[in-house]
Nanobody
């Protein structure tokens, strides 16, 4: 069972930046596709970004494209979400997620049921 632990959330003003980190307990995390979802108060959880297990492919929701960047450091078993030009509508709990090993996410990266492991979430609040 892979454990995912998010960190890096907090309060930031609109236009600011934050970097979220997701540390995995599994040394073979290099073989896991990973992603970020978020859930704002009163709304359903939504896809934000994902990276293939090879690290060669990244995917983004239209709402964050050009502002957020997902990356992974396999030596540290960690996935990052760099968030810039933050807006109040980015306020949400951000969840790190990962698939089982060697799974392709190319055709369904934004689908929650594709992912097998979830972190507990980290709060991001953007003030106007």
């Amino acid at each position: 069972q892979v454990q995912l632990v998010e960190s890096g959330g907090g309060l930031v003003q609109a236009g600011g930046s934050l970097r979220l980190s997701c540390a995995a307990s599994e040394r073979s995390f290099t073989a896991y596709a990973a992603g970020w979802f978020r859930q704002a108060p009163g709304k359903e959880r939504e896809f934000v970004a994902a990276v293939s297990w090879t690290g060669l492919s990244t995917y983004y929701a239209d709402s964050v494209k050009g502002r957020f960047t997902i990356s992974r450091d396999n030596a540290k078993n960690t996935v990052y979400l760099q968030m810039t030009s933050l807006k109040p509508e980015d306020t949400a709990v951000y969840y790190c997620t990962a698939t089982k090993p060697l799974r392709s996410i190319a055709n369904s990266y934004s689908t929650e049921r594709l992912y097998d492991y979830w972190g507990q979430g980290t709060q991001v609040t953007v003030s106007s």
